[in-house]
C-alpha cells in the first residue's frame, strides 16, 4: 500500500467515524479535504480551470461576505472551507488528478468491509437490546441512530463503488450480507428520507442492471420498449420514494410550522432573496450553516425569524443546518444556484455523452444516478451535505474520471479505425 494510499485511508475512516459521534468536534474531513487537494496540485490541478473559477469565485464571495459584515473574519473562512469542501474533491477526483492506485482500493476496500461489520453488529445489538436513545447506549461513539444510519450509507456507497462490478448481480452471502446492513440504516433510525435512499438505491440497482444495457442496444425495437418501461418505472419510482419519505416530507415541509427548514423555506429565504442580496445572497458566516450558528449575532437571528424556531436557540442550534438547499441558495443567491447548475453540468456530461454513443456500463450509470439521488434528498432536509458532502463527492467525482477515461479510449480507437 502506498503513502499516499495510506494516509487517504486513515483520514477517510477517521472523519467518516465522526459523523455524529462524541468525536464530531474533530477536523478530520477537512484535513482529508486539504490532503485531496494537495495531492492534486502536484499532478498538476493548479492549472485546472476549474480550480481556477473556483478559487476565485470563493475569494470573491469573502470579500462580499466581509462588505455586508454579517459576521466577523473566522466564521466566514470556516464557512467558505465548509461549502468549498465538496467541490474541491469534485473537481480533483473528477478531472483525474487525484486517484488512487489499485492496491489501494484493495485495502481500502477490505477496510471499509470490516468496519461496515462492526457498524452493522452494533446497530443490531443496540437495536435488540432496546438502545435505541443516546443515553442508553454509553458504550457506543453514536449520540444519535440518524448518525449511524449516516455513517453506515456512505460507507456502504464507497464499499459498492470500490467494486470491479458495483451493480449487485446474482446472489452471493457477502453481497446478502450488504443489501442487509443496508436496509438496517433505516430500520435503526425509522426516519424518511432513509427509507426514500434505500428504496431508490434498490430501484436503481434493477435499473442498471437490467435494463440499462437494453437502452442501448442497436434493436430500435427494443430500444423503444424498454424506453417506455424507463419512463414508467421512473414514475413510479420517484412516487414510491416519495411515499416512503412522506412523513420526513410532511414534517419538513407541509405540517410542522416551527420546523427549520419549513422556516428557512417559506419565510427566511424570501427575504435573503430580496433586493440587493438576490444575485449575491448574504454572504459566508450568515444564513444558517453549521459553522456560522456558534456565531451568529442575537439581531440577525431575531430579523430572520430563526429565533423562535422549534429546536433552536442561540446556546442550542443545532437544527441549523437542516435544508442544505435552502441554506446554499440563502447564502450565494441566484448566481450561485447558476454555478450550482454549471456545477451539475460539469458532472453529468461524460455520462451523457457515454449514454449517446450507446457505451454508458451499468456500472458507471449506477455510480451517476446514485451520487446524484443520495445528493438530492440529504440536502433537502439534513446536514450531512454541509460536513459530509465530500464523502460522495470523492466518489461521483472517480465515477466520472472512469468515464472520461472510457471516452478518450473511444475517441483513440475510433482515429485509429479512420486512418486504417
Not at 451493480?167 to 457477502?174: P, R
Not at 466520472?400 to 477515461?405: D, G, N, P, S
Request: hydrophobic content about 50%; charged content about 10%.
Amino acid at each position: 500500500m502506498s503513502l499516499k494510499g495510506f494516509i487517504f485511508s486513515f483520514l477517510w475512516i477517521a472523519s467518516l467515524l465522526t459523523i455524529g459521534s462524541v468525536f464530531s468536534f474533530s477536523m478530520f474531513d477537512e484535513v482529508l479535504c486539504i490532503f485531496v487537494l494537495l495531492c492534486a496540485l502536484q499532478q498538476g490541478f493548479w492549472k485546472s480551470p476549474y480550480l481556477i473559477i473556483l478559487t476565485t469565485y470563493v475569494f470573491i464571495h469573502i470579500a462580499i461576505s466581509i462588505m455586508y459584515g454579517y459576521n466577523g473574519i473566522k466564521p466566514i473562512l470556516l464557512d467558505a472551507l465548509m461549502y468549498a469542501k465538496p467541490y474541491v474533491c469534485a473537481f480533483a477526483c473528477g478531472s483525474g488528478y487525484f486517484v488512487l492506485k489499485k492496491k489501494d482500493i484493495n485495502v481500502l476496500n477490505a477496510v471499509v468491509y470490516c468496519l461496515l461489520c462492526f457498524l452493522f453488529a452494533v446497530s443490531v445489538w443496540s437495536w435488540f437490546a432496546g438502545a435505541r436513545d443516546a443515553a442508553a447506549r454509553p458504550l457506543f461513539l453514536y449520540t444519535a441512530n440518524f448518525s449511524l444510519a449516516a455513517t453506515i450509507t456512505l460507507m456502504l456507497l464507497f464499499y459498492f463503488f470500490l467494486q470491479q462490478n458495483c451493480v449487485l448481480k446474482g446472489i452471493t452471502l457477502k453481497k446478502c450480507f450488504l443489501y442487509i446492513a443496508l436496509f438496517t440504516t433505516i430500520v435503526i433510525t425509522m426516519q424518511g428520507k432513509y427509507f426514500g435512499f434505500v428504496f431508490i438505491f434498490f430501484v436503481l440497482n434493477f435499473f442498471c442492471g437490467k435494463m440499462l444495457t437494453k437502452l442501448q442496444s442497436g434493436n430500435l425495437k427494443i430500444r423503444s420498449l424498454y424506453k417506455v418501461i424507463s419512463v414508467i418505472g421512473v414514475i413510479l419510482g420517484v412516487l414510491g420514494t416519495l411515499y416512503v419519505a412522506l412523513d420526513d416530507i410532511k414534517t419538513y415541509y407541509i405540517t410542522d410550522n416551527e420546523n427549520m427548514a419549513r422556516a428557512m423555506m417559506l419565510r427566511s429565504l424570501p427575504q435573503v432573496l430580496d433586493g440587493i442580496y438576490f444575485f449575491t445572497g448574504r454572504g459566508f458566516g450568515a444564513f444558517c450553516s453549521p459553522i456560522s450558528k456558534i456565531y451568529y449575532p442575537v439581531a440577525f437571528m431575531d430579523e430572520m425569524g430563526l429565533s423562535n424556531v422549534y429546536g433552536l436557540s442561540h446556546s442550542f442550534p443545532n437544527f441549523m443546518a437542516d435544508g442544505y438547499l435552502w441554506s446554499y441558495a440563502g447564502c450565494f443567491g441566484f448566481i450561485g444556484i447558476c454555478l450550482f447548475t454549471l456545477f451539475m453540468i460539469y458532472m453529468f456530461n461524460p455520462f451523457i455523452k457515454l449514454w449517446k454513443n450507446k457505451i454508458l456500463p451499468a456500472k458507471l450509470g449506477f455510480a451517476c444516478l446514485v451520487c446524484f439521488s443520495w445528493t438530492i434528498i440529504f440536502s433537502f432536509g439534513s446536514g450531512l451535505m454541509f460536513g459530509y458532502g465530500s464523502f460522495i463527492m470523492l466518489l461521483w467525482g472517480g465515477a466520472r474520471y472512469e468515464a472520461v477515461c472510457l471516452l478518450r479510449t473511444q475517441h483513440e480507437n475510433n482515429t485509429h479505425n479512420i486512418r486504417s
